[in-house]
């Protein structure tokens, strides 16, 4: 089973479907038949987001092929993304 999920090629990022420890995961998008390996620097919680890309300082944050959000600093493939790097895109 995977350990995260993304909804769509593009996106930058990714949604655990366990906790997930600090290295080599794969995981699966949900539009398609591929898989992503990604090597986790932290852990990521259930629930919570990863990086499936380098995302630099003021970049926006793809989700469901949409702008979801805008890195507050650059965030690297493998780390948690959540409130601590990354502000709502709506604001």
Request: glycine content about 12%; aromatic content about 4%.
């Amino acid at each position: 089973a995977p350990g995260f999920l993304a909804h769509r090629e593009g996106d930058l990022v990714g949604v655990a479907v366990r906790d997930l420890d600090p290295g080599p995961v794969r995981g699966a998008y949900l539009s398609g038949t591929e898989s992503i390996d990604v090597n986790l620097s932290e852990p990521i919680p259930l629930g919570h987001k990863v990086a499936l890309a380098d995302i630099a300082a003021g970049q926006d944050v793809i989700e469901y092929g949409q702008r979801v959000g805008v890195a507050r600093q650059d965030i690297s493939r493998g780390e948690h993304v959540h409130i601590h790097n990354v502000r709502s895109a709506r604001l």
